[in-house]
């Protein structure tokens, strides 16, 4: 026998591999099934956005996503100061005391019916630039912008003074530091014009558990006490042509509750002054 017959032999084994196996597959299946679940979830949410929202609110989402327009010129869908409501494409030109881009008057744009927009004459429209601070400085501070909107109807130059959740402008007491102060900034920037005035007030709808609810006694009251301030700061009493209130029949939101529905309206008539 050799010096090598001691060595162990070297055994090599070869794994036959059976044939109809299918082996492994690694993990793209777990992507692909993944991206299948993210597609259905994004249809059922998007099924569920179409039943839960109002047209106007899926005019301002389309809006909101589209290439071509840099401000939504049809709707807003939101429910803040406009509430979701046009900015302008309603019957009148509304112009935001704030966030909503100034813009200078040009042509008027059409109305939902197709009609023109009321235009204002020149002394109107000087006040409502005034107010709002187109071409210049605002009358009205920032902190209060936020409670201002401005609309042009075939009335006249509506100044729309609303509460908001942080900050009511009527409550048990009567008018609020803040309602106090813009009638003030209101009455002043009325001597820009002579035109006649009419107040009208709104408030919320009170829920129906509420005992005792006088909307009709309210919204008058605080018409009143709008009017009385607006003298005080200095308008003429002579120049006052109606004081309304309308009760909860014309919620400004959707909401008939929502404090946003507790809103004045300081109206600057067409025609002749005073």
Same mark, same amino acid.
């Given at each position: 026998?050799?010096?090598? #017959?001691?060595?162990?032999? @070297?055994?090599?084994?070869?794994?036959?591999?059976?044939?109809?196996?299918?082996?492994?597959?690694?993990?793209? &299946?777990?992507?692909?099934?993944? !991206?299948? @679940?993210?597609?259905?979830? =994004?249809?059922?949410?998007?099924? &569920? $956005? $179409?039943? =839960?929202?109002?047209? *106007?609110?899926?005019?301002?989402?389309?809006?909101?996503?589209?290439?071509?327009?840099?401000?939504?010129?049809?709707?807003?869908?939101?429910?803040?100061?406009?509430?979701?409501?046009?900015?302008?494409?309603?019957?009148?030109?509304?112009?935001?005391?704030?966030?909503?881009?100034?813009?200078?008057?040009?042509?008027?744009?059409? #109305?939902?019916?197709? %009609? *023109?927009?009321?235009?204002?004459?020149? =002394? $109107?429209?000087?006040?409502? *630039?005034? /107010?709002?601070?187109?071409?210049?400085?605002? %009358?009205?501070?920032?902190?209060?912008?936020?409670?201002?909107?401005?609309?042009?109807?075939?009335?006249?130059?509506?100044? *729309?003074?609303?509460? $908001?959740? !942080?900050?009511?402008?009527?409550?048990?007491? +009567?008018?609020?530091?803040? /309602?106090?102060?813009?009638?003030?900034? @209101?009455?002043?920037?009325?001597?820009?014009?002579?035109?006649?005035?009419?107040?009208?007030?709104?408030? %919320?709808?009170?829920?129906?558990?509420?005992? %005792?609810?006088?909307? &009709?006694?309210?919204? =008058? !009251?605080?018409?009143? #006490?709008?009017?009385?301030?607006?003298?005080? +700061?200095?308008?003429?009493?002579?120049?006052?042509?109606?004081?309304?209130?309308?009760?909860?029949?014309?919620?400004? @939101?959707? !909401?008939?509750?929502?404090?946003?529905?507790?809103?004045?309206?300081?109206?600057?008539?067409?025609?002749?002054?005073?």
């Amino acid at each position: 026998m050799g010096a090598d #017959s001691n060595v162990a032999p @070297v055994i090599i084994r070869k794994k036959k591999r059976q044939s109809g196996g299918h082996g492994h597959h690694g993990g793209a &299946w777990k992507v692909a099934y993944a !991206d299948f @679940v993210t597609a259905m979830m =994004a249809f059922f949410m998007l099924m &569920w $956005l $179409l039943n =839960a929202t109002t047209e *106007e609110q899926r005019k301002g989402i389309a809006d909101y996503f589209s290439p071509t327009i840099p401000i939504a010129r049809v709707s807003g869908g939101g429910d803040g100061a406009l509430a979701g409501d046009t900015v302008f494409a309603e019957r009148n030109r509304p112009r935001m005391g704030t966030g909503g881009g100034r813009q200078e008057a040009q042509t008027a744009p059409a #109305s939902d019916d197709g %009609r *023109e927009a009321p235009v204002l004459d020149a =002394a $109107l429209q000087s006040l409502e *630039e005034a /107010l709002i601070g187109q071409g210049g400085e605002s %009358r009205v501070p920032d902190r209060l912008m936020r409670h201002v909107v401005t609309r042009v109807t075939d009335e006249g130059l509506v100044i *729309e003074l609303f509460s $908001l959740p !942080d900050a009511p402008l009527y409550d048990a007491q +009567g008018p609020t530091a803040t /309602l106090r102060t813009l009638a003030g900034i @209101v009455a002043r920037a009325a001597g820009l014009v002579e035109n006649g005035v009419a107040v009208e007030a709104h408030v %919320r709808a009170a829920p129906v558990v509420l005992a %005792r609810s006088r909307p &009709w006694e309210d919204s =008058a !009251d605080r018409a009143q #006490s709008l009017r009385r301030l607006l003298e005080r +700061g200095g308008m003429s009493p002579d120049r006052m042509r109606r004081v309304t209130g309308h009760a909860d029949r014309t919620p400004a @939101v959707s !909401d008939p509750m929502a404090a946003r529905n507790d809103r004045f309206e300081v109206i600057f008539l067409r025609g002749a002054p005073g």
